[in-house]
T-cell receptor, first 113, second 117 residues
Framework: KNQVEQSPQSLIILEGKNCTLQ??????????LRWYKQDTGRGPVSLTI?????NTKSNGRYTATLDADTKQSSLHITASQLSDSASYIC????????????FGAGTRLFVKA | NAGVTQTPKFRILKIGQSMTLQCTQD?????MYWYRQDPGMGLKLIYY???????DKGEVPNGYNVSRSTTEDFPLRLELAAPSQTSVYFC????????????????FGPGTRLTVT
């Protein structure tokens, strides 16, 4: 069964610190992996998109990595800010031509002053 | 551009009532989607559309219906609401998959929080 597992479920860090969120998946055949940021009460907003041939993608202080062999991805946040407090969702799509996309349950990040 | 807009923001329904969740996008996207998000769970695809007049079921379509008469609008209809349909509903849109990488960029609306009691 295709799955996307994220860890940790929640994380508390101090402002200015770095953190790394993990995503493991079993989706096959693989098409692409996306990271989204979802603020409380809002819709998800795309951070990065990676296809099979890409192993890293940056968006400002956010850097995503992908290891398609081990089926793992990480999202690294540098110099965290209070506005980074949100849920971060890992999304993996199949390449079967349909719309099979699996959303992870997300990691809830709290950045404290 | 307003992007993807959804109405209403909140709604409380009684069991057995019906309602329509509205979704509009002004980005001229071909593809539109409806998801539901339950606490502690990943988003689940309810229905999707690849263009006006074309819709198809997603992972959890039971109890819902959709229509796509225009490129901009993709309403979701709930008939005979049940407590299991209490959730947050998100509409999203994207470019055609033929645009390759751009096709994967989905733009989400702000969501509709629905409670069925």
């Amino acid at each position: 069964k295709n799955q996307v597992e994220q860890s940790p479920q929640s994380l508390i860090i101090l402002e200015g610190k770095n953190c790394t969120l993990q995503c493991n998946y079993t989706v096959s055949p693989f098409s692409n992996l996306r990271w989204y940021k979802q603020d409380t009460g809002r819709g998800p907003v795309s951070l990065t998109i990676m296809t099979f041939s890409e192993n890293t993608k940056s968006n400002g202080r956010y850097t995503a990595t992908l290891d398609a062999d081990t089926k793992q991805s990480s999202l690294h946040i540098t110099a965290s800010q209070l506005s980074d407090s949100a849920s971060y969702i890992c999304v993996v799509s199949e390449s079967t031509g349909g719309f099979k996309t699996i959303f992870g349950a997300g990691t809830r990040l709290f950045v404290k002053a | 551009n307003a992007g993807v807009t959804q109405t209403p923001k909140f709604r409380i329904l009684k069991i057995g009532q019906s309602m329509t969740l509205q979704c509009t996008q002004d980005m001229n996207h071909n593809y539109m989607y409806w998801y539901r998000q339950d606490p502690g769970m990943g988003l689940k695809l309810i229905y999707y559309s690849v263009g006006a007049g074309i819709t198809d079921k997603g992972e959890v379509p039971n109890g819902y219906n959709v229509s796509r008469s225009t490129t901009e609008d993709f309403p979701l209809r709930l008939e005979l609401a049940a407590p299991s349909q209490t959730s947050v509903y998100f509409c999203a849109s994207s470019y055609s998959r033929m645009a390759r990488q751009a096709a994967y960029e989905q733009y989400f609306g702000p969501g509709t929080r629905l409670t069925v009691t």
